[in-house]
């Protein structure tokens, strides 16, 4: 029973929250978007990566508080969900992945003591930088079969073709919840509103933020003549969520400073989501959380600069340590 | 006029000198070339960049000794000077370029946290960090348009035709100059002279350290045949005056030991302008001041080793502190 | 004698062994392939690398203990060695491969530095990342030739085509010892015994795990289906066997446990030499031990996490500290 906790908090946590009944509906958002496209394989890799994540951190003996919040899930979680998405559902594919959620473990560990140096967490990256890995490798295995990377090519210049995009009401709006969807790598418009719903059980600030983010991105990218079908696959939303909430309610108290700073944050987020789908082009490789991952670094960083007093030190001693500090 | 005093020397931070002078100096030799150029845009963009990193910086409520020497704002200067370079001068480069220069401040802070573990400024990596954000976002975003950016490709080996030059005195003389007036994304060898200028008013050690720097950068660039007209432009020079002066009297104190360690790094730096060119080619980037950023940083983070006794602390607790040691 | 001693142990320091016979063994072998592929260049140039590095670091003024222990000999050897592998043997290829040996070892200073705040080693990153300087330059520089670099491509999926092998005992078996010389930039299987045999003067532990980590690696190549012709060159297995022996005995102290974590990291590393391999055909340059330097820092950061006390606390203060913590 601990340990199904543990996993679910391990859910909770890619949305920095700490509950299991989130975590919960998260899985359920999971499989209800991945039956709905026929791959199921998608929501059983996450599961698997959840638990494979989960007992390799106890098997290396982590700071038993970070573990008991779900701060070894996430990443696993992630990286288990990212294979199946990208890659081919064959044997060889189920042990790169297994391979691949317990080293996010050990890489989870390897950044947290890193960015511990500055008071700030190491969010996805570990999942980022072990999944960029994997993919980035199947290009040279023949037994890991492509699915849906690449190809690689050069970046070219967005045209009015490439920004083309059918401005129904109805298109922006399921746009915007598959980019809530999208932080799980699904598609899914009902997945978006349930994980929505999942946030709002432990915070209604973390929900109303994450619905600002995907607002704010969808709206931007459209207004800046972004890929068409990229926004409407929700791609531009999904980093731009996780940085609402991060910057908003989760790292800072929110106050009207803090939504602005968080909306600037925002702002920024979907820039740099459209510099990594540029700087990556040419190795044919999906940019996963990174956007969010930079774009919140980089604006918790400054944070010992403007509050003179460490307001809400983190007590856990995790390395992670991504429990949210508001909650409605 | 305190909000003056503070943008001039911000822009004379460029070049790391609190002098404010020398930040009007710099100005003019700006709009002297951006004017020449008929992109008088740039000039516009850079002092757009400066105020605006400036305020966002006040707004903020930074470390007040930082603030007055400018330390804020020659990022955000550089980031506003490359942005209509490189993207067409539109209505929607406008929004993007005051947004960048406000991060570009977030940016100088969350680099500075970083860096100061190692006893070592961020440099002018806050603008090549968010401006290369930008680059990379505009081809995505079909509302920025491009100007001079690219096309992306592969790189390949020089040819005697790539290396090509006319070694004439004058053109040999004027590129020299070009390569200091590169330093604000400035091709033009009259710029380069206001600019030894506005430096030998504060400090005669940087002006005649930046001209070595573009002579030995020049001169190694012909012997080991790069691109000619990339010579010609400047484009091989300005990382290179900018280490020069970094390494030979602003962090460290001049001296027969200082002068030949930083003619090393200069030397390392024409060898890491040429590497960033052929590495940001797929991706269709310049490399902006990268060069000078990554050999300084190599070059001053073993500085513990060899000074046994830390012989000029910085005492202003600000992020950047890279006024200079030395002013002759 | 004492500078020779110091080279010596310079040598030995790439495989981590603080011994100059085993660092003679090393260059014995290195001679042996580079004189059997009549490229006795690649030879010279690591002897001169290890001098003018070690040399450097004298002038430099570095820490005695560090520079005993032949701690700034290994990388700028590499360097020496890398330079007339991937560069034709011309006049100018040599002033460039004299001022990278030197620049490597400031690097080294550089690199330690940053990685002294979390307990780790620069590893070989230093001559990785000086190397990666010096070949993307090569592109621009019509003095500097090409011999083996390139040509820069967009990656493409492994077909039945680049996954074929040879199956037969002695093409497995040579394949592996010449992953054990490619540490070197050799492609010679009696290179590669008489390193192993270099490794068991001093730990045979460290020879064990080193013929382990080419085991595993080339075998589990195999599996996966990765290029045939780079197995059999052994570049499949020269970052495993360093990651082998750093985590399995280097680093760590040989155990059940230790071993497996060990296990994990080696097959980690094949999956990221495959990455490195796809992350930078569109450069056009190799990876060099970069996926050995990648992988052991992230499993050695967790360390503080697993060891409660650190059992083995470096003491020499040097900036790289990594003599062996076993030898059998």
């Known amino acids: 029973m601990r340990f199904i906790d543990i996993n679910l908090r391990g859910a909770g946590q890619v949305m920095f929250m700490n509950n299991p009944l989130t975590g919960l509906l998260i899985l359920i958002a999971i499989f209800v978007g991945a039956i709905d496209a026929s791959m199921t394989q998608v929501a059983i890799g996450a599961v698997v990566g959840l638990v494979i994540g989960t007992a390799t951190a106890i098997v290396l003996g982590v700071d038993d508080a970070?573990?008991?919040q779900g701060l070894f899930g996430f990443s696993p979680l992630l990286t288990g969900a990212a294979i199946p998405t990208f890659v081919a559902n064959k044997p060889m594919t189920w042990v790169y992945l297994d391979i691949g959620a317990a080293v996010t473990t050990v890489v989870t560990l390897a950044i947290g003591n890193i960015f511990k140096t500055w008071g700030v967490p190491a969010l996805?990256?570990?999942?980022?930088?072990?999944?960029?890995?994997?993919?980035?490798?199947?290009?040279?295995?023949?037994?890991?079969?492509?699915?849906?990377?690449?190809?690689?090519?050069?970046?070219?210049?967005?045209?009015?073709?490439?920004?083309?995009?059918?401005?129904?009401?109805?298109?922006?709006?399921?746009?915007?919840?598959?980019?809530?969807?999208?932080?799980?790598?699904?598609?899914?418009?009902?997945?978006?509103?349930?994980?929505?719903?999942?946030?709002?059980?432990?915070?209604?600030?973390?929900?109303?933020?994450?619905?600002?983010g995907t607002i704010v991105a969808t709206l931007l990218a459209l207004a800046f003549g972004a890929n068409g079908s990229s926004i409407n696959a929700g791609l531009y939303g999904f980093s731009a969520v996780l940085t609402a909430v991060a910057l908003g309610c989760v790292f800072y108290q929110p106050s009207a400073g803090v939504l602005l700073y968080a909306l600037i944050g925002t702002v920024f987020t979907l820039f740099v989501q459209a510099a990594l789908n540029t700087a990556l082009a040419p190795v044919g490789i999906p940019t996963l959380t990174a956007p969010f991952v930079l774009v919140t670094w980089l604006f918790l960083l400054p944070k010992r600069d403007f509050t003179p007093t460490p307001h809400h030190e983190r007590t856990s001693g995790g390395v992670m340590s991504h429990s949210p500090d508001a909650s409605a």
């Open 124 to 212: 996805t990256f570990p999942f980022v930088l072990t999944t960029w890995f994997l993919l980035l490798g199947a290009y040279q295995l023949y037994r890991i079969h492509n699915r849906s990377l690449g190809p690689a090519g050069l970046p070219a210049f967005a045209t009015a073709a490439t920004a083309h995009v059918d401005m129904s009401a109805s298109y922006v709006v399921t746009s915007m919840l598959r980019g809530v969807s999208q932080v799980f790598l699904i598609g899914n418009w009902v997945s978006g509103i349930i994980i929505l719903i999942a946030l709002a059980v432990n915070s209604r600030w973390a929900s109303a933020l994450a619905a600002a």
């Open 66 to 68: 970070s573990l008991k």
